[in-house]
């Protein structure tokens, strides 16, 4: 299992999860292919490997609940994670300006502000993003996919966000 601190450079295009390495990211993209064999009996959610299956049982489960509020986890990191938005611990800090995250994936991605890297490359165009979710949605730009429809007009829009500017302002 990957820890889920570390950096995430490799987006799926389908679901938009993130890998920290290029063979993760193909073995998830087989998922996507493949038939989900093992569903869960408590919710809608279908599965293509056993091992995923299980892990996602844990949140059905009380292996990793948190005592605070009853939430369950899939997996120890997660609910490690969650205890912080109790606590308010935030142990990673910015050497540069030294605000303090809960998460070192948001540390990471707050220190690009600083440094100005933009790692997420658009292999259409010239672009690049800081963020891996920006190219995701910059992406939709090349291939027209547009799924957020106005019930009022014609018009779609590849962000919910941008239909809701539209409504407001048009509307």
Sequence with gaps: ???????RPYSCMVCDEQFTTKPQLARHREKHAGANLYSCTYCEKSFSTRR????????????YKCTQCGKCFRHNDAL???????????????TVCGKRFALLQILVNHSRIHTGEKPYKCLLCD???????????????????KPFKCSLCSRSFSQSI???RHELKIH
């Design 80 to 94: 490690t994670r969650h205890r912080r938005t109790h606590s308010g611990e935030k142990p990673f800090e910015c």
């Design 1 to 7: 299992m990957e820890h889920n601190d570390e950096p």
């Design 162 to 164: 941008t239909l809701q």
């Design 52 to 63: 995923n299956f299980r892990t996602h049982m844990n949140a059905h489960s009380s292996k």
């Design 127 to 145: 672009k690049a993003f800081r963020y891996s979710n920006n190219l995701n949605t910059h992406i939709k730009v090349h291939t027209g996919y």
